[in-house]
């Protein structure tokens, strides 16, 4: 049993309950009442949404595989590098885009569990 694996699950389930649930009522719904959007670009969007809805929970369950089966440490790998690329990409974005992290905290939130992930995968190996 990896407790940090399984603390990195706990914490990206944390993030895509926080994503599909308050995230849902200020972009989602939102996004879905806009008027002025195309509905192609509109709808592209919602699917996406749901996208990362599905990823979000498949990385919980691969640190959660990984947490509890060591011969399954490649799931956790995964995982960890999927989210330290979300992490990236959150930390990247605001500044680029001229926006304040309290606006856009996306990446903040993997930072946690990328340090769980990889601390993680590096005890899992010795």
């Known amino acids: 049993m990896n ?3 399984l603390a990195a699950a706990g914490l990206s389930a944390a993030v895509c309950l926080l994503h599909t649930f308050a995230g849902g009522r200020t972009i989602a719904v939102p996004l879905l009442k806009a008027s002025d959007l195309h509905p192609v670009p509109k709808y592209v969007a919602y ?4 996208i990362v ?3 979000l929970a498949m990385i919980a ?4 595989i990984a947490g509890v089966r060591a011969e399954s440490l490649d799931l956790g790998l995964v995982a960890t590098v999927l989210t330290a690329s979300f992490c990236l ?3 990247a974005v605001p500044p ?3 926006q304040k992290y309290s606006q856009m905290p996306q990446g903040w939130l993997f930072l946690p ?3 769980l992930g990889g601390l993680g995968i590096l005890g899992g190996v010795s």
Do not use: D, E, Q, R
């Open 3 to 5: 407790g940090l694996l």
């Open 47 to 50: 699917y996406c949404w749901h």
């Open 53 to 55: 809805t599905i990823v």
């Open 61 to 64: 369950v691969m640190f959660a």
């Open 89 to 91: 990409l959150g930390l």
């Open 96 to 98: 680029l885009k001229k």
């Open 113 to 115: 569990i990328v340090l």
